[in-house]
């Protein structure tokens, strides 16, 4: 843990736990850090909200940016997303996902503006945590089951008119501003020092931590050369979590 070495830089606490640049420390908050482009926070995600709404209970989801274009320095390849996609819907075909069938030139090269929006969206004036999240699963949707391209600043609204807690044209004002990009690159570099193992990483105040849950798989070799092997899901993880949150 850094902590500050000037008058001007604000001090992080020493037990990373109770430190709000990593998690959300209200009730019934659950901090999830992740890419919209990575389908093992995609699953977890799923597997989240289908828990909630099977308890009926009211959890929101503060989401955090775990860039992975940012660390890895590059976009993350279409053939590695496409393997995953398959391991996990094949093993989990609740999710509804669809391989890519658009043209690979409209594939989503980035998502950084998706995950922008959600930031953005966080604004009490665009509608908060809740509409936050509902972009979040919106602008998924959108990429696995229906094949956009949520690259583009249009398919990001498209996503958001379905979203019953946003203020469209609020959150249509912030992107012309630039809101929620600064939010990406502070996550990154908040995640970088922080105890951020991943997408996805899922904290519950220091209740509950863990980095892709109730997951079982490898590689059968390096990615991108051969293919993951998901092996099992349990997802009681999602429980554990909803118990945390009530504790």
């Known amino acids: ?9 604000p001090v992080r606490p020493t037990d990373p736990f109770q430190d709000p640049e990593l998690i959300n420390p209200s009730n019934g908050v659950v901090t999830v850090w992740s890419d919209i482009g990575c389908p093992w926070a ?3 995600l799923h597997t989240l909200r289908s828990r909630v709404l099977q308890r009926d209970v009211d959890v929101i989801i503060d989401h955090r940016a ?3 274009e940012l660390f890895n320095k590059r976009g993350t390849p279409k053939g590695i997303v496409d393997v995953e996609v398959t391991a996990i819907a094949g093993l989990v075909p609740a999710l509804g996902w669809q391989p890519w069938s658009a043209p690979d030139w409209q594939y989503a090269v980035s998502t950084v503006p998706a995950m922008a929006a959600v930031q953005a969206a966080k604004a009490l004036s665009v509608g908060g945590l809740r509409a936050s999240d509902e972009l979040d699963h919106a602008l998924r949707q959108a990429f696995y089951v229906r094949g956009r391209s949520i690259s583009v600043h249009s398919e990001i609204l498209a996503a958001a008119e379905g979203c019953p807690s946003l203020y469209l044209p609020a959150l249509e004002s912030a992107l012309e501003e630039g809101r929620g990009y600064a939010t990406v690159f502070t996550h990154w570099r908040t995640a970088e020092a922080l105890p951020v193992q991943g997408s996805p990483h899922i904290f519950v105040k220091d209740r509950y931590a863990e980095h ?3 997951v079982d798989y490898h590689w059968t070799a390096r990615p991108g050369e051969g293919f993951p092997r998901f092996e099992q899901y349990d997802e009681s993880w999602a429980d554990a979590v909803l118990d945390a949150v009530d504790a």
């Open 212 to 214: 892709n849950p109730g």
């Open 66 to 68: 775990f860039p992975l």
């Open 1 to 9: 843990m850094v902590l500050a070495t000037d008058d001007h830089d």
């Open 42 to 44: 995609s699953l977890a």
